[in-house]
């Protein structure tokens, strides 16, 4: 059946490092990935996400990067901020809209 | 900057008690979900609705459970008989649209339903 495993669950960088978080899912007609961030009491925030016609897609300290033929995506965050603190969830989706999530990272930065 | 928004943000109910959670969509959204979130579990997709009807739904997605649009704005989910196991954040998402992309989901900030 569809899955999502992330890994790690749990991330502690000290500031200013990069923090990068890995995800394989199990359906090969998956044909997006979106990334979320939720910090404590709120929802599932999107911060970036990329599609399976491209391999790579940065916005300014956030990437994520694709490889289909091994069913793996990646989030990268470079310089991160105490702010970036937060559980960070990546899914999958065949374009149906339903999302299939991973377990969850925590990442914590330490000032 | 439009948002999903969601309301009560706590309900607790008694075992065997109906509860419904409404949520409001972003406005030019035409596909709606509900998703739900055990206590330190992932999110976990419940149901899509499209052009008023149910498009797709999940194995926890059984008869007590139901959604509607009852009018423009508003999109619910109704739990007719609650369990303990209901026990949960629910989330309500929306997205502008289904094909060539736009399946950008933006979520609510959640109901936290409690059963007793």
């Known amino acids: 059946g569809e899955n999502v495993e992330q890994h790690p669950s749990t991330l502690s960088v000290q500031e200013g490092d990069s923090a990068v978080i890995k995800c394989t899912y199990s359906d090969s007609a998956s044909n997006y990935f979106p990334w979320y961030k939720q910090e404590l009491g709120k929802g599932p925030q999107l911060i970036i996400d990329?599609?399976?016609?491209?391999g790579e897609k940065k916005d300014q300290r956030i990437a994520v990067t694709l490889n289909k033929t091994a069913k793996h995506f990646s989030l990268h965050i470079t310089e991160t901020q105490p702010e970036d603190s937060a559980v960070y969830f990546c899914?999958?989706?065949?374009?149906?809209?339903?999302?299939?999530f991973g377990q969850g990272t925590t990442l914590q930065v330490k000032p | 900057e439009p948002e999903v928004t969601q309301t009560p943000s706590h309900q607790v109910t008694q075992m065997g008690q109906e509860v419904i959670l409404r949520c409001v969509p972003i406005?030019?959204?035409?596909?709606f979900y509900w998703y739900r979130q055990i206590l330190g579990q992932k999110v976990e997709f419940l149901v899509s609705f499209y052009n008023n009807e149910i498009s797709e739904k999940s194995e926890i997605f059984d008869d007590q459970f139901s959604v509607e649009r009852p009018d423009g704005s508003n999109f619910t989910l109704k739990i007719r008989s609650t369990k303990l196991e209901d026990s949960a954040m629910y989330f309500c998402?929306?997205?502008?649209?289904?094909?060539?992309?736009?399946?950008?989901?933006?979520f609510g900030q959640g109901t936290r339903l409690t059963v007793v």
């Open positions: 406005s030019n959204h035409l596909y």
């Open positions: 998402a929306s997205s502008p649209s289904g094909t060539g992309g736009g399946w950008e989901a933006f």
């Open positions: 990329i599609r399976s016609n491209v």
């Open positions: 899914a999958a989706s065949k374009n149906t809209g339903k999302l299939i």
